[in-house]
């Protein structure tokens, strides 16, 4: 009788029965479980990833930015056990890179996941690239996505310019001394940067502090939300698909993709695995900063720009190692905005395709050149390119 | 063979049930290798110290004349250690404990919390800063929260001197 009073003021005493899945739970006292599900919904994230639409036509191509990833995750994992033995001082550098390398159980296979991790990163992270240029995936409304992949490239780069230095041998010492001179070229304020970056006007101890610093404090920290903004912006965008628009439905993520991804990772993981395995980590002989039968060289991805300086005239110094590498960097950022085209087929944006092959022709020819005139080093080939000379 | 049904609750084409098992347990066991492939090295390569041999070695403490009869001592030595990547020379000390001709040599670490214990000559006691701990002169513990008594070191007398055996 007495609801028959009731008004539509009036709280409704009894609620009504529970009508989705979730109102039942709440309403049944739910087991740990499900009140962790309902609590975090994991399991709808979970299942909205799993169930993202991709385009008919997505496939292999699609998989690298996976593979990409978890080398990172990979990449970071050894390197925090790394940085549990490695001391950064130019005292213990060399002599706990060596423990590492001779004495601790398994030290050799996890700096040889790391060395040889860095350079699948830097292929990896290459060919993820162009795949987005040739597609013309970077064009409206990716922007951004792309804006911050080129970021990560250039974050990925300061990565293996800093690691470099960190095991204190003839070949890092010698590589930044190089390197961070290139900073010298800058007009008026070059100097200044030169000790900015080392730390002092030589590369010494501090030099050592502050590349360490930068590569497993500040490098890891802008990396890893670079990366987050770059998973959530491809996750709001969705994967761009073919040029060509194919026919058919959009298939889920989950099964066929996932199981590509999955297949990929095995090979890629595996690959560098075989590296490490294969071919394992040495040292050279201590930092000497007088050695003059030294040669420097950097790691193989930086020999394109070590041989733009070396084919550079007198007086023309600064074109190579500010204005193209600056041109290039500044040219990957404004893409999606230098690229007016509407259509995202190679043939409606010939001239961006021509640019975008002159610079990888560029790189890839003093790359090559680089490579090549790498000297088998006679302590037995211990930088990344003298171990692969061998294979090619 | 593939269907299109409301799973995803999309408009996508979705794999027939088995198929969808059959790749979401081989993407499990590749994934779970990878895990394995990263994890066992890794974990291995960190607990490596816990697969370090110790190695024992005898040093000489003192000449046996030299420790009076009755008397409690603190004798400090050193010994090269292999410290991570570098040989390093570790300073310890024992207290040397003389009764007659039988030596003791009591760890200076607290049985409770490894603080480093100091012998009171007046009260004959070892006296623990942190926590309150006491020993008496023979290393029982009198009060306060230490366990046990002091830990000895293995000695020997050889050729009118004291000998401590130590691991590192």
Request: with cysteine; proline share 8%; glycine share 10%.
């Amino acid at each position: 009788m007495a609801r028959e009073t009731l008004t539509p003021e009036s709280p409704v005493e009894h609620p009504s029965p529970p009508t989705t899945p979730e109102e039942k739970l709440e309403r049944d006292r739910p087991g740990l479980k499900e009140w962790l599900d309902l609590r975090l919904g994991w399991w709808g994230f979970v299942r909205k990833n799993l169930d993202e639409e991709m385009p008919p036509g997505v496939g292999w191509w699609q998989t690298l930015g996976n593979l990409l990833l978890t080398l990172l995750i990979f990449q970071f994992t050894t390197g925090v056990a790394l940085a549990m033995f490695y001391t950064a001082s130019p005292e213990g550098a060399y002599q706990s890179v060596k423990h590492i390398t001779y004495e601790v159980p398994l030290g050799s296979f996890v700096r040889g996941l790391h060395i040889w991790g860095s350079s699948a990163i830097v292929v990896v992270m290459v060919l993820h690239t162009l795949r987005v240029f040739f597609w013309g995936s970077y064009k409206k409304p990716r922007e951004l996505t792309w804006v911050v992949g080129v970021l990560i490239f250039q974050v990925i780069l300061a990565f293996s310019f800093t690691g470099y230095l960190l095991p204190w041998d003839q070949k890092a010492y010698w590589a930044t001394v190089v390197g961070t001179r290139i900073a010298g070229t800058v007009p008026f304020i070059g100097d200044s940067l030169v000790v900015l970056i080392r730390g002092s006007e030589e590369v010494g101890a501090l030099t050592l502090t502050r590349f360490y610093a930068a590569h497993v404090m500040i490098l890891p920290a802008i990396l890893l939300a670079l990366v987050g903004l770059h998973l959530y912006l491809v996750r709001r965008h969705h994967i761009a698909g073919p040029v060509v628009p194919q026919r058919g439905k959009p298939v889920p993520f989950y099964p066929n993709q996932l199981f590509k991804d999955a297949v990929v990772l095995l090979f890629g993981i595996g690959i560098v695995i075989y590296f490490a395995l294969a071919f394992p980590p040495s040292l050279e002989a201590l930092a000497d900063p007088t050695g003059t039968d030294f040669a420097p060289r950097p790691e193989w991805y930086f020999l394109g720009l070590y041989e733009l300086l070396k084919i550079m005239p007198p007086g023309y110094e600064l074109l190579a190692t500010i204005i193209i590498p600056g041109m290039i960097s500044i040219g990957m950022l404004i893409l999606p905005w230098l690229d007016r085209s509407k259509s995202r087929h190679p043939a409606a944006r010939q001239w961006i395709i021509f640019m975008g092959l002159a610079v990888i022709l560029l790189i890839g020819v003093l790359t090559l050149k680089g490579i090549l005139e790498t000297p088998v080093h006679p302590e037995g080939g211990h930088s990344a390119v003298a171990n692969f000379v061998p294979l090619t | 063979m593939s269907e299109t049904n409301g799973k995803c609750g999309c408009d996508a084409e979705v794999e027939s049930p088995g198929k969808r098992k059959l790749l979401g347990w081989i993407v499990g066991v590749i994934n779970l290798g990878l895990i394995a492939a990263i994890v066992g090295p890794v974990a291995g390569f960190i607990g490596s110290p816990l697969a370090r041999k110790r190695k024992g070695t005898w040093i000489e403490l003192a000449n046996v004349d030299d420790i009076a009869d009755g008397s409690i001592e603190e004798i400090p030595f050193s010994i090269e250690v292999k410290d991570g990547y570098r040989i390093a020379e570790h300073k310890y000390s024992v207290f040397l404990r003389r009764e007659a001709n039988s030596f003791t040599a009591f760890d200076p670490a607290c049985t409770h919390l490894g603080c480093r214990i100091k012998y009171q000559q007046r009260q004959h006691r070892f006296i623990c800063p942190c926590h309150g701990g006491v020993f008496d002169d023979s290393g029982n513990v009198v009060s306060g929260p230490p366990p046990r008594s002091l830990d000895t070191h293995k000695l020997k007398i050889e050729a009118g001197k004291v000998w401590l055996y130590k691991e590192v």
